[in-house]
C-alpha cells in the first residue's frame, strides 16, 4: 500500500534534505580545502628568520595553530608577554594579544590576533583574522582545520646599531615594509589526546634594499601532539611534544608534562632540545580569570646561558551564546 503523505510532511521531509544535502556539499567543499592546504603545507619553499617563541602554546594552541578558533566552546581572551634572555641587550620580547569564540552551535570558530615581536633593532607587528570549521568524525573526535590571514609590518631601526663602518649602506636610514600573510591549521582532537599541524604564516616574505635582497621571514612548520590521562576524579596527567621545522636551523623539539588538579590548577615542567629548561604554572579563578606563568633557564650549551626567561599570560573567558559552555579549556 502506497502510503501518501500530507503537504506539510513532504514540505518538511524537502526543506530536511535541502538543509542534508547543503551540509555535506558543505563538509566535502571544506575537506577539499583542508586537502589542498595540506599538500600546499608540503610543497611549499623554506629559508630562515624565526616565529616568535612561545611556550604557553601548551594551554593555548590558538597562538600557533588557527584550527583552534573556537575549539574552547566559548569566548576566549588571552595576553601574552614574553621576555627570552632578560636582562640582555636587544633580546627577544614578544607581545601577543588573541581572542578567539566559537560561532554557529560549535561548529565554527572565529580569532582575532595582534603580535608585536622585537629583537635587536628589527621588530615586526602583526594583525591576523581566523577562521576554523569543524567535523565531528565520531561522537567523541573532532576534525577542526583552519585559515587566518592579515598583515604583517616589518620594521629595522639602523639607528640602533653600532657598525664598525659607519658609512656602510646596508646600515643607512630605517626600513618599513607592509606584507600580507596567510596561514593554514588541522588539528584532530577528543577528550584525551590532540594533534596539531600548521603552519601559521604561509607566505616567504623579501627586501630589496641598497641592491641587496634580504629575506623578512620563511615559514614555519609545527606539529604538536598532546595526551590527557585521567588518574582520578580531580587529578589528571598531561604530555605534549611540539616539534618546529624551517630550513636553514636545526629541527626544534619541546617536551613537556604537567599535573592538573581539580581542572583549575596545573604545574609542569618543559625542556626545549635538551639545553634550555622550565617550570610552568597556570591557575584559573571563579571559572573566568586565567593565569599562567613559564620560567626557562637555558644550560651552558644553548644561546644566552647566563639569562633566564620570563613569560606570563592572562586570561578571560566566558560564556557568550547559550550552546557555550566553559568546561574543557584545560584539557586542551
Known sequence: MINIKSPY???????????????????????????????V??????SAQQDPLYAQYI???????????????????????????????????????????????????????????????????????????RINLTDDKILSFGLQA?????????????????????FLGNISETKPSFGFGAILKNDKFMV????PRMLR????????QATLYTQHY???????????????FKQATMIKMVSGAPLSMDLNASLILHENYQAGLLTRNFNTYGLFMQALFKDTFRIGYVFEVPTSSAIGANFSTHEICIGYRISAFTFHSKSGVFNF
Request: hydrophobic residues 40%.
Open 41 to 46: 603545507f608540503f610543497w611549499l619553499p623554506v
Open 196 to 199: 596539531g599541524l600548521s603552519v
Open 205 to 212: 616574505s623579501t627586501l630589496e634594499s641598497q641592491g641587496q
Open 222 to 236: 609545527y606539529l604538536m601532539g598532546s595526551y590527557l590521562f585521567f588518574i582520578s576524579e580531580h587529578i589528571r
Open 9 to 39: 510532511e513532504v514540505k518538511s521531509l524537502s526543506h530536511h534534505y535541502v538543509i542534508s544535502k547543503r551540509k555535506t556539499n558543505s563538509e566535502f567543499w571544506l575537506m577539499k580545502v583542508f586537502l589542498i592546504g595540506l599538500s
Open 59 to 133: 594551554t593555548n594552541p590558538f597562538v600557533i595553530n588557527p584550527a583552534y578558533a573556537g575549539l574552547t566552546n566559548n569566548l576566549n581572551f588571552s595576553l601574552n608577554y614574553r621576555n627570552q634572555w632578560a636582562g640582555f641587550e636587544g633580546s627577544p620580547k614578544t607581545i601577543n594579544f588573541n581572542g578567539h569564540i566559537s560561532l554557529r552551535n560549535n561548529q565554527m570558530g572565529a580569532g582575532l590576533m595582534v603580535v608585536s615581536d622585537q629583537i635587536g633593532n628589527s621588530k615586526i607587528t602583526e594583525v591576523f583574522g581566523s577562521y576554523s570549521y
Open 150 to 170: 592579515g598583515m604583517a609590518n616589518y620594521q629595522i631601526d639602523n639607528s640602533k646599531v653600532n657598525p664598525f663602518h659607519k658609512d656602510d649602506d646596508l
